[in-house]
């Protein structure tokens, strides 16, 4: 079974930065999509992040420029580096994978169906 357990969500003053990391277990890195993604109460998860067995990527577009995803497939661990960080940043972030061999930009946001507890980010002004 495909397990996933993210850490490292806090709180941080705008503007300021906070890496994300995801163990994961049961999973191969040359195989699978992984994400991230994020939630607000009373709404949709959003897509944030991906990368691919290639290492390709994808990202939202209110993140793109601020945030990125990474991997390192010897210690099975998911990252996600984000700077300039503003209040709307705010949310649960989850961690979430696909098994796939497709590339990331032919994998739908709501594809993903593996996903972590969420750890939660505060961002303030």
């Known amino acids: 079974q495909l397990q996933l357990v993210e850490s490292g969500g806090g709180s941080v003053q705008a503007g300021g930065s906070l890496t994300l990391s995801c163990a994961g277990a049961?999973?191969?890195?040359?195989?699978?999509?992984m994400g991230w993604f994020r939630q607000v109460p009373g709404k949709e998860r959003e897509g944030v992040a991906a990368?691919?067995?290639?290492?390709?990527?994808r990202y939202a577009d209110s993140v793109k420029g601020r945030f990125t995803i990474s991997k390192d497939n010897a210690k099975n661990t998911l990252y996600l580096q984000m700077n300039s960080l503003k209040p709307e940043d705010t949310a649960m972030y989850y961690c979430?994978?696909?098994?796939?061999?497709?590339?990331?930009?032919?994998?739908?946001?709501?594809?993903?169906?593996?996903w972590g507890q969420g750890t939660q980010v505060t961002v303030s002004s």
């Open positions: 990368i691919d067995r290639d290492g390709m990527t």
């Open positions: 979430a994978a696909k098994r796939t061999r497709r590339w990331v930009e032919y994998v739908g946001w709501n594809e993903y169906d593996y």
């Open positions: 049961g999973y191969s890195h040359n195989t699978d999509c």
